[in-house]
């Protein structure tokens, strides 16, 4: 769509003053935003008084955001919305960005607890905003990012090290060995039920979130990881040889032995894997293996 | 992890209330832990005064130890031992059982059982350490 | 898999021997309470009762082997309880070598003290 | 500036395969997504991938389900080649792991889906479509292929020939989603677009948030022509408050639908007699909405599903992830009360006109996925179609962008394939608002603004310039004052959801298109006003929604020309399939930044036999 004048605009004013342009733009923004910022708020007072009579419920949602005046000391802002039946922490932190601050920043996609995007820490609890009923939780409803990880902006956080840590257990199927054509790998429906919840992970990083023993030791696995690790472990379409290697990685230092059961992953997983019973299957497999060669 | 800033500022509720059972239990044991290796050591250094009376009739051994015991102080301290160490096992049975992959949906319902048993363990005993304590 | 036959090269030995050494604490620490707090009362202890029991072999067997897999257990869960928390480096291997030397002194002090109540003094 | 040999731009199921097919060629290929890998939509599908696989069953069979599904508006060697390809593709998803649901003989199970004559639907689960990403990502990690997660792709980097059939993609022009960087990625053999499906057109979608149709905006406004797009199809059973899918196995084990008056209104009112509720998903869609027109919905909104009586014990059996979709998404414990359900847009049909090697009419412009349209699913999509796409059409997409399988295609693109031109009248202009040909500010058409045409530029400059502007846009977008996206965005939803949904009127596609107008006038003054350059989402979605609108746009265009109901599409005025007239592809093509309609050729010649349009009952 054309937006010509404007852009001649902004065009002449770079030619002015070339080295000042980004700057002098900068302020004339944070000026105008100011301006509006005390407009924002009647707005707002406007949009929430017009709530009056329904029911509704509070939003204390944590904002921080390193390159934003105001919003480098992290706060929390409060944002009322409407309620129905039905309506998730994600729909309620949609409903705010769009109606009273869209620079409100959190991951969300498929809201149907699948895309693991929007794993939050609601009311003390790592849970997905998306799968979480506002009627479930006690008003106001605090939302923060997860905890025990670095915060990019407001409810978003730095995922990395979550994907290191699931790269570390060489999170795909390494057999080479299989039929040729269109002969597919045998495998057992009782295997199959075996890895079933396994491979039910959705990479939200709730559970390695919520594991004190991972907050306090960067290196160790995590439960997600070594979930991973077991659903390719326990899978009998990877030989003994591969599982045997796999064991190897798990037994590290920083692998299984690091787990204290602290059952906090298995309890917010939103995925319900027992991931607590996986990683002590897996400790009791690696001693078996030891003792083997003792 | 390092934090850019700390979160702890704008956090108005302290996580711990948010802690689940089987985080409390990994707390309690861990302290319960603790303090039990401290005592070993404590009490290894109470009990050495068996070396210097070993030879004779056992008068410094005897009195240092009576002499504690006299203390109200120490028997109260005594109960608390008490109560760390039970629990220390309870919940130890609990996490061997844990280990061994034994009722692990059940978790939090013995970890509870931990303590009230530690409870119970220890009210029931209070009569037998402070007996002529007061 | 072919270099390494013995399970001391694995992290699975610490772990495995703090069940283990669990497993007998259960046994003597209950054994421990009973006979000093409610058999004989703490605050009647003397010497002498100390330095009957103690004569006794099996006894003094036990006691010793309840301070030895105690003081591992303990010290081994210090120890794990630190790296779990991120302790790294050097630190850990002064940690590590610090925590092994007091575990040892404790071991030898207590069987020092042991002897000691049996009637015969060393060192 | 960032070079590879292949640019994927997506990495849900489509791109992810191809990336793998391009690397295995040989090419040193990069992954470019706005999202992580793993959180692409392909892990929303539940059914299964359609693959003749058993003795008894054969390709010939498949394609002419397909054939039939479509309503005979596919192309017969697009069919062919998803047919063909699909047992091999699907069973090398088994030789990297998938976690496949299994027979007693430990052999992969399959099922029966609506549409296909035999149970070759090969399924994980109610959750193939997770398998089938996670595996696919984890072949990614093994082989080391390089992902720029979180790069926002806002613009394709493309030469300025007149005939969009000279044009070269030369890259891409990608937003750092974090840093708020603009970034330059030169393709040296291809980009393949994979950016999966446009459900954000509508208000109410099982789609994600993130399906807002970037690449056939992209592509479209390139110069490719877009596809069949008025072919939507909607799904009969969604949850009203977010849009999640109710399995159709819940009518399929005996669930009712029934409106306010309590009647179960597929019999009492006629829809469907003799099969009720278990009529084909469009013909249940369209009575639930003619309930709720008449003022039988419950809140004007939603009819019940009720499967209560179905019984606790088989419903936890069969149904059980139901339950929690309906208590996690709606609140509603389906085995004490009925599920609200409405229809809701599920798939699009249509997308960026391509070959079967995914080629588009510019050179070195790939597209694959629910993006692309091959025409495998032509005027309606069958179950378990969409999957073997994915992988199938990935695949030859990456190779092919790879400079390895350099075979002739059958089907024939670009503006040389029109057979007829289109006429359409419409109440308001379509296209750019201010037509003064300088329309690079929002995703650019081939003018160059600054410096005269690119023709035979080295790559390197063709990307730098669509850097330059993105730049540019990003900044206007930034600093100046206006109205916010998000308005804009509702109001296309509800005018889409309202004139373009499963009922489809003259009048109201004609009042769609000029809400649609409206939208673009209003989009005029647009801006973004969240300061920050990280993880500025809201710049994303404004961006986002000014594809929206073409892509909108489009499908009403084509919507309002075909007159005639075929699959998904159906007219008030005209509610019988006209083969004589109607059997053709509807393209659109943005001309410099005017919409041109014109008409290609279906292809129903295969390869040893001609598919004879019959009617589609079931
Ligand atoms: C609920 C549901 C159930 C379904 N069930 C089935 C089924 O059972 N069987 C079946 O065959 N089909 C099913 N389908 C259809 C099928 O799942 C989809 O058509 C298919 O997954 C689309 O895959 P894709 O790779 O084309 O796109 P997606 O998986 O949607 O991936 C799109 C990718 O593009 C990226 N992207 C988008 N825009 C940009 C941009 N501007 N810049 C960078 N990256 C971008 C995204 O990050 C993402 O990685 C279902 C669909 C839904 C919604
Ligand atoms: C009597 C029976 C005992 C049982 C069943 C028991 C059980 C356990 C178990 C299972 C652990 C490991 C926890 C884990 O790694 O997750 C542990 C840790 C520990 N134990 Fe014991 N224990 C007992 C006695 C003792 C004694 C007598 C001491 C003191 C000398 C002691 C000191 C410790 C310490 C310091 C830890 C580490 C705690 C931490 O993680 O910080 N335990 N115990
Ligand atoms: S294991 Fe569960 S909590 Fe952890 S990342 Fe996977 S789905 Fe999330
Ligand atoms: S919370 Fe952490 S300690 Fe173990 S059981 Fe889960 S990984
Ligand atoms: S939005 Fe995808 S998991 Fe919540």
Known sequence: MSTQIQEQETEEQADEQPGEAVPAQQQRRMEQKREQAAEDDRQREAVESSLDGQETRTLKVFRYDPEVEGKKDPRFDEFVVPYRKGMTVLDALMWARDTYDSSLTFRHSCR??????????????????????????????????????????????????????????????????????????????????????????????????????????????????????????????????????????????????????????????????????????????????????? | MSQSYDRGLVEDFGRWRDFSAGMWAWVFHKFTGWVLIGYLFTHIAVLSTAIPAAGGTGGIYTTTLQGLEELVIVRILEVGLLAVAVFHILNGVRLL?????????????????????????????????????? | MADHYSSFSRHSTGWLLQRLTAVFLIGVLAFHFMLLHFVNHAYEITFMGTQARMQEPGYLLTMVAFLVTAAFHGINGVYNALVNQGLEGTQRVVVKYGLAIAGVLLVAQGIRVAMAMTGTTIL | MHEHDVIVVGAGGAGLRAAIAAQEEGADVALVSKLHPVRSHTGAAEGGINAALRDGDSWEDHAYDTMKGSDYLGDAPAIETLCQDSPEETIQLEHWGMAFSRDDDGRVSQRPFGGLSFPRTTYAGAETGHHLLHTMYEQVVKRGIRVYDEHYVMQLAVTDHEDPEDRRCRGAVAYDIKTGEVNGFVANNGVILATGGPGQMYDHTTNAVANTGDGPAMAYRAGVPLEDMEFIQFHPTTLPSTGVLITEGVRGEGGILYNKEGERFMFEHGYANNVGELASRDVVARAELDEINAGRGFEDDYVLLDMRHLGEERITDRLENIIHLSEDFEGVNPLEEPMPVKPGQHYAMGGIETDENGETCISGLYAAGECACVSVHGGNRLGGNALPELIVFGARAGRHAAHREKGESQIKTGPSAKTEDGVVDTPVTPGEVRSDGNVAADGGSKTASDGGALLDAPANEVVNRAVERERARVERLMERDGTNHAEIRSDLQKTMTANVNVFREEEGLKQALRDIRDCRERYLDVAVSDPSRTFNTDLIHTIETRNLIDLAEALTLGALAREEFRGAHWRAEFQERRDEEWLKHTMVAWNEGRPELYFTDVILEGENKEYEPKIRSY
């Open chain 1, 112 to 294: 149907q607890a699948i895309c693991g995007s929007d794993a939050l820490f609601i009311n003390g609890s790592q849970r997905l905003g998306c799968k979480t009923q506002l009627s479930e939780l006690s008003n106001p409803v605090r939302v923060e990012p997860l905890p025990h990880q670095e915060v990019v902006k407001d409810l978003v956080v730095d995922m990395q090290h979550f994907y290191d840590q699931m790269d570390a257990v060489e999170p795909f199927f390494k057999e080479e060995d299989v039929p040729d054509g269109l002969e597919e790998q045998r495998q057992s429906r009782e295997n199959r039920e075996k890895v079933k919840m396994s491979t039910r992970c959705i990479w939200c990083g709730a559970c390695m979130s919520s594991c004190n023993i991972a907050a306090g030791d960067n290196e160790y696995l995590g439960p997600a990881a070594i979930n991973k690790a077991y659903r390719f472990a326990m899978d009998e379409r990877e030989g003994e040889a591969l599982k045997q290697e796999r064991l190897n990685i798990l037994e590290q230092e920083n692998g299984v032995w690091r787990c204290q059961t602290q059952f906090s992953c298995t309890n917010v997983c939103p995925k319900d894997i027992p991931l607590t019973e996986h990683i002590q299957e897996l400790k009791r497999e690696a001693v078996k293996n030891n003792l083997k060669f003792w």
């Open chain 2, 97 to 134: 059982f844990v280990d061994l992959g034994v009722g692990l949906t059940a978790q939090d319902k013995s970890f509870y059982a931990s303590l009230v048993l530690t409870g119970a363990i220890v009210v029931a005993s209070v009569p037998t350490f402070l007996t002529g304590a007061f």
